[in-house]
């Protein structure tokens, strides 16, 4: 006979419940449970100032992470409960209905405390007080006036206190344990064993531990993000430097041109002859502008140079230095080779214009660099081509054979992979970098020939 399937109303049978989703929904009801008890607690939380409203492990990247409180708050619960009811029931001779009411008001109040741990201290500590009537007035030969789940439960509340609460605060509150375990240690009979003295040590010692902790933790949270901030202070800082560097390489190449300028200015009422009067008063305030803007470059230049180059006045150089920054290479331990795939490449290479000339040596020299300081011994090829109106680099270096450790120290005058992103930018080309599957390393760039509308940021 066929059954007709549930109704999506009807509850489910409880075996349907042991599935993979079980301890989601227990989580979830522990979770539903808390948010209950931190709206009976608002009145607290308002009265001592607890604004703790995120729950522990809340911004943790999973979320059986951040369900864990509930369910370490839900399972004490749980077992505090029976356990403080039987205690009370066999031990002190309190009726079942009362030792159970006790028994939740000092249990539950642990899932409150993952959200809100000051209320649920209120909570707790109120019950706990209210609960040494029964146990002072029952058999004397028992431990008093605190139970042990009493204590078990206050010190796991003591651990979700002191990985939320303030230092003055967790001195407070210890205080108000020790204040109410001397209160309600006085109508102690004698003939029993007292625990007062015992959850008064052992609630100092786990808050001050739980506070230590947490307390480095948050240190080495604060530390991870200063180290953050100071990376990013060097890049940017870097960046800076390298760019300030090539302004002023940059400044010969543009004071060249300016030169030219002046002189042409000023020697063309000489060269062409029968110049009308408005054009010889053209070229005079061509050169004029051209002098006052070499005084300003100049000008421009002492504010740019630091102190350690102020000896730096050495012409710039470019392409046609390649050979000499080989062998200077070679003679440092790297065998090095440098080779231009067109015959007539070397007489083009002379039109090439200053800006870029003076980039392309310096990505070469940065790259031979690295080379030097990462890969000692590693074998290098340098290519130098012309293709579609752009000048390619390309630099390639296999694998370190040099056994020892990487050169400190290398004659680059940048700042390694930035200083060429600078440099490719300034003159608007690409960049290609990284690192070759069978070991070493590769830097490849195109530089346009004709100077770009904006430089690209």
Known sequence: MSTAPPSPDQPRPPEEESGPAGPRRVAGAARLLGERLAAAGAAFTAALGDDRSEPLLAT???????????????GFTAALIPVTTQVLANDYGVGGGLAAAIGVAQSAPLILAVSRPLAAWT??????????????????????????PVIVGYLVL???????????????????????????????????????????????GVLLLGALLRERGETRRKLVVQETISE?????????EERARIARELHDVVAHHMSVITVQADSAPYRLQDLPDEARGEFESIAAGARASLTEMRRLLVVLRNEEAQGDLVPQPGLAH??????????????????????????????????VDLSAYRIVQEALANVVRHSPGARTQISVSLEDNALL??????????????????????????GMHERVRLVGGTLDVGPLPGGGFRVAARLPLTAPDSPTE
């Not at 109120?126 to 605190?146: E, I, M, N, Q």
């Not at 630099?395 to 700042?415: I, M």
Request: aromatic share 6%; with cysteine.
């Open 60 to 74: 943790a990247p999973r979320r059986w992470m951040r369900l864990l409180p509930y369910l370490i708050a839900l």
């Open 123 to 148: 909570i707790m500590i109120t019950a706990a007080v209210f609960g040494t009537v029964p146990v002072l007035h029952g058999d004397a030969h028992h431990p008093s006036p605190w139970t042990a």
């Open 158 to 204: 003591c651990i979700a206190l002191a990985l939320r609460e303030s230092r003055r605060r967790l001195v407070g509150i210890w205080l108000v344990t020790v204040a109410a375990s001397i209160l309600v240690g006085f109508f102690r009979a004698d003939s029993s064993q007292d625990t007062s003295v015992l959850l008064i040590v052992l609630s100092g």
């Open 232 to 240: 990013a202070e060097r890049t940017r800082r870097t960046l800076l």
């Open 322 to 355: 390649l050979g000499q920054l080989v062998e200077a290479t070679i003679r440092g331990g790297v065998p090095a080779d440098v080779s231009y795939p067109e015959l007539a490449l070397v007489a083009e290479l002379a039109d090439v214009p200053p800006a």
């Open 393 to 418: 680099l390309v630099v390639v270096n296999g694998p370190a054979t040099d056994r020892g450790s990487p050169v400190e120290a290398a004659p680059g005058t940048g700042h390694g992979l930035i």
